[in-house]
């Protein structure tokens, strides 16, 4: 099973960037798919972005394609979201969720999320 942890969030003047990391600690496995997800009070946890095992397959909801990118480290056992052009509806609760064999699409797949980290991004 693994152990995830996200952070690099924090205050964003809109039109902003940030990224924010999602890593790995304890047992991991090589073949779990990782996916953001981010959650506002009052609604669903969606999803945002979605990479494979392999780092070669990258998944992104509409709203923010083009603005987001996910991207994997191996080597630090980490996935990255670099949130680009920043608006004021970005701002919510930003967990990373590993899923085995697939990128996981929604809540229901994923057994593992890390703890979340804060983005918020100011007018």
């Known amino acids: 099973q693994v152990q995830l942890v996200e952070s690099g969030g924090g205050l964003v003047q809109a039109g902003g960037s940030v990224r924010v990391s999602c890593a790995a600690s304890?047992?991991?496995?090589?073949?779990?798919?990782v996916s953001w997800f981010r959650q506002v009070p009052g609604k669903v946890r969606d999803f945002i972005a979605g990479i494979n095992w392999r780092g070669d397959s990258t998944y992104y909801a509409d709203s923010v394609k083009g603005r987001f990118t996910i991207s994997r480290d191996s080597a630090k056992n980490t996935v990255y979201l670099q949130m680009n052009g920043l608006k004021v509806e970005d701002t919510a609760g930003y967990y990373c969720?590993?899923?085995?064999?697939?990128?996981?699409?929604?809540?229901?797949?994923?057994?593992?999320w890390g703890q979340g980290t804060q983005v918020t991004v100011s007018s």
């Open positions: 969720g590993a899923s085995p064999l697939i990128v996981p699409m929604t809540p229901s797949q994923i057994p593992t």
């Open positions: 304890g047992r991991t496995f090589s073949t779990y798919g």
